[in-house]
């Protein structure tokens, strides 16, 4: 049996912020609407899931009423269901108190408004606003959004419920309670203190009036804009919390699409222009934020479904170039996600031992729950050892939202060193109500003979931290050990809550300097590896150096305790700084080869006497073409940067 360990992740009630808060398009704060207090709220009718029509009625007894937006599909509002659920049980003996809920989107249906009950066993009524009137009527913008009224149905507080929850932001718990302290004074007879705090949430998706002149419409240019950046996610199966391949289901979540692209948080990706070309940069350009904006101020027409785009075929659960060789439980058994409150590190010891070398072509961590899943990394160790799982020490493969499958070119593979086990952490996130995950890792693995590189993970790493407290930019840096002559392939950095920029720069060993990443605004919530569109060579003696600058001041939202100085440390309240990057370097075996091989030739003579050999073209260079074929293994083994041509730098290397 597999061996189940844990270590404490405090803060960690849900670090949602990436499946909640920044995965999902989340609102700024809107601004303040005076005229909203004391508006008072006439009759009104909705329909519920079951069709039983809901008036202002059946609340005749209540003292206080408090009237809940919500939407099914807004991760916060899933969120603070639950936290409705809790007020109202609070409540529950005290009979002058009721709520209720309201979803007034236009793409949620009374199916999914079931749903939505049974799943968070809500406990009010929770009702359709088809028309949109009662979300007229009090103002309301966003999901979830409040409005508590007194006995002659009059806004005394409206706006968000605590403030746990927050942009990119998560608290253990809220300190503030503007929901419940409204509700209390009320019943007490007092005025609300604080009769307003701005929601923050999903827009609420409106009924449009789409012009059908728009030269940009939903078929001739938005749906090919979301294909290429955001179906990725957003669709069904994976970590968006809506479906972005359908007209029908897009049109509700324009205004909301619009403002997150304009702010730049969707799509997720925070490397700035002036780093490398990266293979997975899914920012959006301006020209395209421009067409969002002019289809949402058309009223999001549809256009001519004849000219959408063909749509990208994506595998059902495995992204890799063929079915797995092996496929290996995560963790022994099902593992249970509760639906709120406090989060462990989960460690689990696979079954699976190699009592040989193994090379992998490509590897996934398939997350069996997308919802819950944070992250999962998987280690490659020692069987039997209890060495920790600080660094690169034995890493193989990372899941995060909107990563990929790890595919490595041809002729490299990671290697498994015989006798090891796999371990895996995973990151398990709450989501309001209780959940089942059990994931599980895909391996393909290489035939060893084909392999001539070996992709390794490697960093530079600056473990003596010590983050004064309530200081806004404390930095830091740190090396990498002297590399060998290699190619670089990946880099993801990597800290904590507190973490707020980072950078790569390579330092060759004749002193040339090039920045390769600039990440101005670390997101821990996107663990995210930025892939070169190009490996970049490095020559033997290159150093790969990191800058990092960290926020424990109260302005950081994130932060769990601003006046705590913070040093390195497992746990998410400590801090990391790792500047994680892939090389691929030649075979161990390959070494000792070209070590011979150089020997041999050296014997034989030198560059310019193998350059008379098979220089045809005297250009200086030995190119592929002029290698006889049953030489050409021989070729590859100097060819270091395996670009088809062999240089006299090479061969001296």
Request: charged letters at 25%.
């Amino acid at each position: 049996m597999s061996d189940t360990f844990r270590t404490r992740s405090k803060n960690f009630i849900a670090m949602i912020s990436m499946l909640v808060l920044v995965a999902a398009p989340v609102a700024a704060e809107p601004n303040e609407s005076p005229d909203i207090l004391g508006r008072a709220l006439g009759p009104f009718a909705l329909t519920d899931f079951r069709g039983q029509v809901i008036t202002q009625d059946d609340f005749a007894d209540a003292d206080v009423l408090v009237v809940a937006f919500l939407g099914v599909e807004c991760p916060l509002a899933k969120l603070y269901t639950q936290r409705l659920v809790e007020l109202r049980k609070q409540f529950a003996d005290d009979r002058r108190v009721a709520f209720l809920g309201v979803d007034a989107n236009i793409q949620d249906s009374l199916a999914e408004l079931a749903a939505h009950v049974r799943r968070y066993e809500v406990s009010f009524p929770l009702a359709k606003d088809n028309r949109q009137k009662l979300a007229d009527a009090l103002g309301a913008t966003r999901t979830p959004e409040v409005f508590v009224l007194s006995r002659d149905r009059v806004v005394q507080y409206y706006g968000r419920i605590d403030d746990q929850y927050g942009i990119g932001y998560v608290r253990d718990e809220p300190k503030t309670h503007q929901l419940r302290d409204a509700i209390t004074q009320l019943l007490a007879g007092e005025s609300v203190s604080e009769p307003h705090r701005p929601a923050v949430g999903c827009v609420i998706g409106r009924s449009k009036k789409p012009d059908a002149s728009s030269p940009v419409t939903y078929s001739n240019q938005i749906a090919r804009i979301f294909r290429d950046h955001c179906v990725q996610c957003h669709r069904e199966g994976e970590i968006g919390p809506f479906a972005l391949t359908e007209y029908e289901e897009t049109v509700g979540w324009a205004e909301m699409i619009l403002e997150v692209v304009e702010d730049r948080r969707m799509p997720p990706w925070h490397a700035s222009p002036s780093s490398k070309q990266f293979v997975n940069d899914c920012s959006l350009t301006e020209q395209q934020i421009a067409h969002i904006r002019a289809w949402v101020e058309a009223g999001a027409p549809e256009g001519n479904p004849d000219q959408l785009p063909e749509p990208k075929h994506y595998v059902a659960q495995w992204q890799l170039p063929q079915e797995p060789d092996v496929i290996i439980d995560v963790s022994p058994e099902p593992f249970t996600v509760q639906a709120e409150g406090e989060v462990e590190y989960q460690y689990f010891r696979a079954d699976a031992e190699f009592p040989e070398e193994k090379w992998i072509l490509a590897a996934q961590l398939l997350p069996g729950n997308r919802e819950v899943v944070h992250h999962i990394l998987a280690f490659a160790r020692p069987a039997g050892s209890h060495d920790g799982l600080g660094g690169e020490r034995g890493f193989l493969v990372g899941y995060v939202p909107g990563s990929y499958a790890a595919v490595f070119p041809e002729g490299t593979a990671k290697r498994i060193p015989a006798g090891s086990e796999l371990i895996f952490q995973v990151h398990y996130t709450p989501t309001g109500r209780e959940q089942i995950d059990h994931s599980k890792l895909g391996i393909v693995f290489a035939d060893p003979d084909t392999i001539t590189h070996e992709v390794k993970t490697t960093s530079a790493v600056q473990p003596k931290l010590r983050v004064p407290p309530n200081e806004a930019n404390y930095r830091v840096s740190a090396y990498s050990p002297p590399l060998p002559a290699c190619q670089l392939l990946t880099m993801a950095p990597h800290m904590h809550l507190r973490g707020k920029s980072f950078r790569y720069t390579s330092l060759g060993p004749d002193g040339a300097r090039e920045m390769l990443l600039d990440v101005p605004q670390y997101d821990f919530n996107w663990q995210t590896g930025y892939r070169l569109a190009e490996p970049l060579d490095l020559p033997a003696g290159s150093r790969i150096f990191c800058e990092a600058a960290f926020d424990n001041s109260e302005d950081n939202l994130n932060n769990p305790d601003p006046s705590k100085e913070v040093r390195w440390g497992d746990q998410t309240d400590d801090e990391m700084m790792i500047g994680y990057f892939d090389i691929v370097v030649p075979r161990k075996a390959d070494l000792s080869a070209r070590a011979q091989l150089i020997r041999d030739l050296k014997q034989r003579g030198n560059w310019s006497s193998l350059c008379q050999k098979f220089d045809r073209d005297r250009s200086g260079t030995i190119e592929r073409k002029e290698v006889a074929s049953r030489l050409s293994d021989r070729f590859d083994l100097l060819d270091l940067n395996q670009d088809g041509s062999l240089t006299e730098d090479e061969f001296e290397q």
